[in-house]
């Protein structure tokens, strides 16, 4: 029998195997919010491979008069950390660059010339603006579709003005949105109205891929400190979702 001192919770890093792909952060050096050098990119890189992750799609901001990042700001400074990795010896991460797209006029001019970079195959990572959505946000959903793309929506859960339209998530869903879910939504880091319609969005069966969206070093230990037992059971199906990326 285990005895009282023996329940030692467990911590959400416990659900990363081998075949888990991170599928949104901002690890590439100096090109948006996330890592500002090649030290901090690596010190993260080194960290997050610790917790057992060791499959990454980096996905810089692209966001247009803030972050103006396009394929040629973000595939050299991919290769920059690659080189990075071998020159250290960390030939066990393994590391490719995605975007993460604001539907802004910018990125509506990107899907006209199919200029996009996915996650993999036909799948693009997608946020808007925490103060309203776009008044076309149906239009554009659209227009990716019949582009060839399928968006997944960047931390659904973290769009407060969703959360007093909740029936708004399984209208996005059935207009072919994929929703990527924000692991620190788990944890208080959000606050706690994103941590409740993360766990509500989970329990609907809304919820399609899990990403870290790392940005520094003080997410990832709140990252660590998930390890709410229900919670790790509601979020260990959807990890292992995100081997599609492998
Ligand atoms: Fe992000």
């Given at each position: 029998?285990?005895?009282?001192?023996?329940h030692k919770?467990?911590?959400?890093?416990?659900?990363?195997?081998?075949?888990?792909?991170?599928?949104?952060?901002?690890?590439?050096?100096?090109?948006?919010?996330?890592?500002?050098?090649?030290?901090?990119?690596?010190?993260?890189l080194?960290?997050?491979?610790?917790?057992?992750?060791?499959?990454?799609?980096?996905?810089?901001?692209?966001?247009?008069?803030?972050?103006?990042?396009?394929?040629?700001t973000?595939?050299?400074?991919?290769?920059?950390?690659?080189k990075?990795?071998?020159?250290?010896?960390?030939?066990?991460?393994?590391?490719?660059?995605?975007?993460?797209?604001?539907?802004?006029?910018?990125?509506n001019?990107?899907?006209?010339?199919?200029?996009?970079?996915?996650?993999?195959?036909?799948?693009?990572?997608?946020?808007?603006?925490?103060?309203?959505?776009?008044?076309?946000?149906?239009?554009?959903?659209?227009?990716?579709?019949?582009?060839?793309?399928?968006?997944v929506?960047?931390?659904?859960?973290?769009?407060?003005?969703?959360?007093?339209?909740?029936?708004?998530?399984?209208?996005?869903?059935e207009?072919?949105?994929?929703?990527?879910?924000?692991?620190?939504?788990?944890?208080?880091?959000?606050?706690?109205?994103?941590?409740?319609?993360?766990?509500?969005?989970?329990?609907?069966n809304?919820?399609?891929?899990?990403?870290?969206?790392?940005?520094?070093?003080?997410?990832?230990?709140?990252?660590?400190?998930?390890?709410?037992?229900?919670?790790?059971?509601?979020?260990?199906?959807?990890?292992?979702?995100?081997?599609?990326?492998?």
């Open positions: 029998m285990l005895s009282f001192f023996n919770k467990v911590s959400i890093t416990t659900l990363f195997s081998n075949e888990f792909v991170d599928i949104h952060s901002h690890l590439l050096p100096s090109i948006d919010d996330g890592s500002k050098s090649m030290d901090e990119t690596i010190a993260l080194i960290k997050m491979h610790s917790f057992g992750i060791q499959n990454f799609i980096t996905t810089p901001h692209i966001m247009e008069g803030v972050w103006e990042n396009a394929k040629d973000i595939l050299p400074k991919l290769t920059a950390v690659k990075e990795l071998i020159a250290r010896n960390l030939t066990d991460i393994s590391i490719h660059a995605a975007a993460e797209y604001m539907l802004d006029s910018n990125f001019i990107l899907l006209e010339q199919r200029q996009l970079l996915p996650l993999k195959e036909n799948k693009i990572l997608v946020e808007m603006s925490y103060i309203n959505p776009p008044v076309n946000l149906y239009e554009i959903l659209f227009n990716i579709q019949i582009a060839g793309y399928q968006p929506l960047a931390h659904p859960e973290r769009y407060l003005f969703f959360h007093k339209k909740y029936k708004e998530y399984s209208k996005l869903k207009a072919g949105c994929l929703f990527q879910l924000n692991l620190l939504s788990l944890s208080n880091y959000y606050g706690k109205d994103t941590h409740k319609i993360a766990l509500q969005l989970l329990k609907d809304l919820i399609d891929f899990v990403g870290t969206d790392t940005h520094n070093k003080r997410h990832l230990s709140y990252l660590e400190s998930i390890d709410n037992p229900k919670i790790l059971k509601l979020i260990a199906p959807i990890i292992k979702n995100n081997a599609e990326f492998k």
